[in-house]
DNA sequence: ACGAAGTAGTGCGAAATCGTAGCATCGGAG
DNA sequence: CTCCGATGCTACGATTTCGCACTACTTCGT
């Protein structure tokens, strides 16, 4: 009963609002636990879903992460120039491209992640309780968020 | 076993991430869901702060949202120029001020709570658990954030 | 097979984010 | 009281975000 849940939040307190909160608290972190890697909160993320797909579509990443076509957009312009990204040629739309991490890309995401899972295991060791309890509850209402925005 | 916990991503399975990735969908529900209000979700939820705390100073805010200093400084500019803050002069701190919402903003944000109520009834109505644990789950990992981000 | 409608991605411009530098004020040490 | 380091905020500018409008390709209906 203090800190998080002090005087200023009353009325206001519902998952949606929470779950903005602790999404800042967490970019925060991250972007001062990865200083020096090149990584901001951002691209870290980026790079973790590119290396778990292994090749997709801008639009799939877009679906992946929520966000507008054109920000996706920028964010391949930008990684390509940085040579972190490769655009391949997609085989069966020919509007459209795959993109994967290239080499470079793969190590920058791989040096990053010391520096990450250090900051990961701080919260994760301040956390009353197991880690996947929680994370359990962020894909509920991720799912749940999903559903909802599906619902016209 | 399936949609957020698919194929895409693996290793990549952490607090954080899913933070991330639950946050950037509530943001964008919210954005579409508060479309009209005049409001977007970053507003709505600053707002919702204001509101809960009556009066702060910008730091305490910037403190609150883990945002730097000069984004919130930006938002009150905003805010104040909309007419929906107002700045009251600090009494104890004459580098410092206050701000509260103004009533024209008290009210777009109680009319913009309307369609944010409906939104978040969609997702509480699609969690498969009493919203109350996903909130608690929020909290704690909020604190172990904050204490991972107090260890220097 | 053809045209209309839908879908994938991008250029552009307006607005937002936030680091750096700088100013005003505070508060503690001597 | 007088410094001086610490703190609160902001001007500025580089970078990022994203809505709108547009092009290119695909797909569906007939």
Do not use: C
């Not at 972190?29 to 993320?45: C, K, Q, Y």
């Not at 312009?77 to 890309?105: F, M, N, W």
């Amino acid at each position: 009963m203090r800190d998080r849940s002090s005087s200023v939040n009353d009325e206001a307190s519902n998952v949606l609002f929470d779950t903005w909160l602790t999404a800042r608290a967490a970019i925060a972190l991250l972007d001062s636990a990865l200083a020096g890697t090149g990584l901001d909160a951002e691209d870290f993320a980026v790079y973790s879903v590119l290396r778990g797909a292994g090749e997709i579509t801008p639009g799939e990443l877009a679906r992946w992460m929520s966000a507008p076509a054109t920000t996706v957009s920028a964010h391949v312009k930008r990684l390509v120039a940085r040579g972190h990204v490769r655009q391949v040629p997609h085989p069966e739309d020919r509007r459209s491209y795959r993109i994967t991490l290239t080499d470079a890309g793969l190590q920058a995401h791989t040096t990053a992640g010391r520096q990450f899972r250090s900051a990961l295991g701080d919260v994760e060791a301040a956390l009353p309780r197991p880690a996947g309890e929680v994370q359990q509850a962020l894909r509920d209402l991720g799912a749940a968020i999903g559903a909802a925005a599906r619902r016209p």
